[in-house]
Structure formats: structure tokens, C-alpha cells
């Protein structure tokens, strides 16, 4: 009896956690309300019997990493102790909660079509979402074409460009080596074809949100993607960037050449704000101003010149080190780099190709997100977290499943 109710409890929270990732894109409200009733109802799950709450084999598994997780709690939450700004300063510590995603994905999933499932919801919910948005643009286009250039009419219906377009990324990345893989024919749980249909939206929409970050971090994981998985892909991404680059007119190509001028008011903005933010780390080394009025802050430092300038500092990296402090700092990049490792160490080890690309994929969330936080602040998006914590979990679910547990 208490089994059948331990099933069912596991049932009801993997259809909240679905819910939760898959709805965080349109509505945060929904997300929010199924992320709290899955914590609930995993908090009862352990009090009641805490071996069908955790598997404690693949926990022993990521134990390293968990100390630094919670090293870096640790420093996040005393640098709101020691806040420049003291008045609500722990606001919007509630974040650390969405690490939990990252461990319940662990813990519950525990078959190869489960996961796949929720993998293939979260992208047709994506997809779905992504179509809303195309329609939405081209009457949208219609209406501005005449007004502004091309490279300012973006998508930024549902959600900010940079949070849609970074999560369409990771979805979009974490499935990518299934659908290019040439091993890989209809083994899938459903055909290639309607998987690439599925896709096509998201990609468009997510070029349309024209975030730079999210194009340069997509080009280099598709460029990692053809040297080492497929080097028939790499030949037909290379000739296509270069077609695209030959035949589109400027003002197609404008926002993506400006990538790389130092001059672009954008970019001039965010080279500021970096400077701005390793002052701060110099005055507070070992704990960090605290992710809290960080305008104030930087006001004290230097009068914003653009809009939105000084609200975060537009780089995950240097956010980390001048809130945190260096030993924050330490934590938080220690953590990434033994996922990453364990992540590379599973795809090597890993003989059932379905299962293998799935672990590739992984790798490239993982790269494509330190890549687009080199340029924005994601890692304080609660939306793009929702969706990254479990995508970087995928590998880990992978690991606690049986050898023979696959689709090939």
C-alpha cells in the first residue's frame, strides 16, 4: 500500500514538473504555482519515507558536486548578510530553490521514456509557443517595416527577447544531435520528420528574437556539434553561414555583424558595465555587494549612460564574482565544471547511441549557456533556470538508469 502511494506520488510530481518546465515560457504564474506544489509534495514524500524520495546510489554520485552547491548557497546567502544595500537584500534569494529542479529531475525520472517525454512536451510546447510568435511578427513586420530596420523588430511577445530566445536555445540544442544524427533513422520514439517540424518554428523565432548572445552560442554548438558527431553538418552550417552572409541584404546581416564592433552602443554598454562590475569585486572581495539594488551601486560607480544600464551587469560570470565575492565565485564555477566533466565522462562511457546523443545534447546546453551568459545575466533568469536546471540533470537521469533501458 504505502508503494502503490509512493507511485503515485512520484506520478503527480513529474506531471508538476513537466508543467512547471513546459509552461514557464507563457505563463509564470502556472510555472510558480506547480513548482510549489511539487516541493510540497516531495517534502511530505521524505518525511513519510525518505528511500522513495531519493536514490541515494546516483546522489553518492554527485557528491562532489553537491558540496559546492552548497558552498555556493552558502556565499550567496551571506553576501545579503553584508549587502551595500541592506533593505531587501534576500528578496530574491528564493532562486536557490530552482536548484531543486536540477535534484527531483534526478530522483524521479526514472525510465528512458519518461524523460523522453518530457523532453518532447517542453519542445512542442516550445514549438507551439514559437508559432503564436511568428504570426503575432508578421503583422507586426507589416505594421513597422516602413519605420524602423529590420534589426530592431524583434519578438518580445511572451517574454523578454533574451529570456525566449535563450530558452528556445537550450530546448532546441538538447534534442539537435537526435534530429542531425545520420546513425539514427526511426528508432526514435516518434519519426525524425514530424521532429524536425516540431523544431522549425523554434528556430525561427528564436533568430527573430535577435539576441546576439543566443546566435553566437548557437553557431559555436553547432560548429562543436559537426567536428566532433557529424562532419557532413559542419560542411552544410559553414556553406550556408557563408551564403546567407553573401545574398542577405545588410539589413538582414546588420545585428549579427555588430557582434563584433566594440563601438556598437550595445556592446560599448555592456564592455561599461563589465569594468564597472570588476570595481566592485576589487571594494568587496570576499563577500560581494549582494544581488540586491545593484543600480544604486552602480550609480555610485558610474552615471548610466543607456537604457537599462547598471540594472545587472550583463555577464554571468563577472554578476557572480562582484555579488558573491571570490570564494561565491569559486563555488559556482567549481559546480558548473564537475557537471561538465561528469557530463563528458557519461557520453564517453555511454554504448546505446539513442542515449548517447541525448548526453551530447546535454554538453551543449551546458557550453551554449556559459557562452550567452558571457554577454547577459541568465543565470538570474528565473525562466531560463527552470528550463537549464533540468536539462543539465539529463545526463545524471541517464547514469541511474539500467543499461538495457532504451528505445534502440
Known sequence: MKKEFSDKLNLIILILLTIQISSVSISIAVSSIAFGSWIALWLIQFLINRQSAINTDIFKEIKLINYFILAYAFFEILSRFFA?????????????????????????????????????????????????????????????AGEMPFSEIRIDFFNYPLTSAEIKMISLLSLLPLVFSEYIRDKFIIKKSLLILIIIPVIVSMLLTQSRNVMLATAFCLMIYGIFINRKFLIG?????????????????????????????????????????????????????????????????????????????????????????????????????????KQIRYFKEEEDLIRKMHLFGSILVMISFQISGIFEWSFGDHEVMTVFFFLIAVPFIIKALPADDTIS
Not at 252 to 269: A, C, L, Q, V, W
Not at 289 to 301: G, L, N, P, Q
Not at 311 to 317: P, Q, S, T
Open 84 to 144: 551595500v544595500y541592506p533593505e531587501g537584500a534576500f528578496s530574491n534569494i528564493k532562486r536557490l530553490l530552482l536548484f531543486l529542479i536540477f535534484y527531483v529531475s534526478i530522483a524521479k525520472i526514472i525510465n528512458f521514456k519518461a524523460l523522453i517525454y518530457i523532453l518532447l512536451i517542453n519542445i512542442s510546447a516550445v514549438s507551439v509557443i514559437s508559432i503564436v510568435e511568428i504570426v503575432k511578427y508578421a503583422f507586426k513586420f507589416i505594421g513597422m
Open 237 to 341: 552550417f559553414i556553406a550556408a553561414v557563408i551564403l546567407a552572409a553573401l545574398l542577405l541584404p545588410s539589413s538582414f546581416t546588420e545585428r549579427t555583424k555588430s557582434i563584433f564592433d566594440p563601438e556598437h552602443p550595445s556592446n560599448k554598454s555592456r564592455i561599461d558595465m563589465w569594468k564597472v562590475g570588476i570595481e566592485m569585486f576589487k571594494d568587496h572581495p570576499f563577500t560581494g555587494i549582494a544581488d540586491s539594488h545593484i543600480k544604486e551601486v552602480y550609480e555610485t560607480y558610474k552615471t548610466p549612460e543607456a537604457h537599462g544600464e547598471g540594472v545587472h551587469l550583463h555577464n554571468n560570470f563577472i554578476m557572480i564574482l562582484a555579488t558573491t565575492g571570490i570564494f561565491g565565485f569559486i563555488a559556482w564555477m567549481g559546480m558548473f565544471i564537475l557537471i561538465f566533466i
